[in-house]
Nanobody
């Protein structure tokens, strides 16, 4: 059974940091790109970051470039999203995702409109709240 389980969310003040983790099971992680989406109340899901299967390629939304860093440890079946200099607009539920049906190993097109619908496996999400 394929599972993606996020952790590491919480309440943090503006300017603070959080490290999200995504633990995967039931898949050979080396074969898949893993992405991070977020959704704020009343807003569409937004593609935040993605890392290719071999970690040689990454994607960051303009809103998080220079502040977020995505990484992976395939041996531990883990994906990480280090979030620094957090802003109130980073508030939302963060999901890690994988596209197993298409055997997606790259992040090509991750930031495109409608990209969320192409990912068939989602974690349950972890809440990030940035507030003073």
């Amino acid at each position: 059974q394929v599972q993606l389980v996020e952790s590491g969310g919480g309440l943090v003040q503006p300017g603070g940091s959080l490290r999200l983790s995504c633990e995967t099971s039931g898949i050979f992680l080396d074969d898949y790109a893993i992405g991070w989406f977020r959704q704020a109340p009343g807003k569409e899901r937004e593609g935040v970051s993605c890392i290719s299967s071999n970690a040689r390629s990454t994607y960051y939304a303009d809103a998080v470039k220079g502040r977020f860093t995505v990484s992976r440890d395939n041996a531990k079946s883990m994906i990480y999203l280090q979030m620094n200099t957090l802003k109130p607009e980073d508030t939302g539920v963060y999901y890690c995702v994988a596209d197993l049906i298409r055997f997606r190993h790259s992040c090509s097109g991750f930031g495109s409109p409608g990209a969320a619908s192409e990912y068939d496996y989602w974690g349950q999400g972890t809440q990030v709240t940035v507030s003073s």
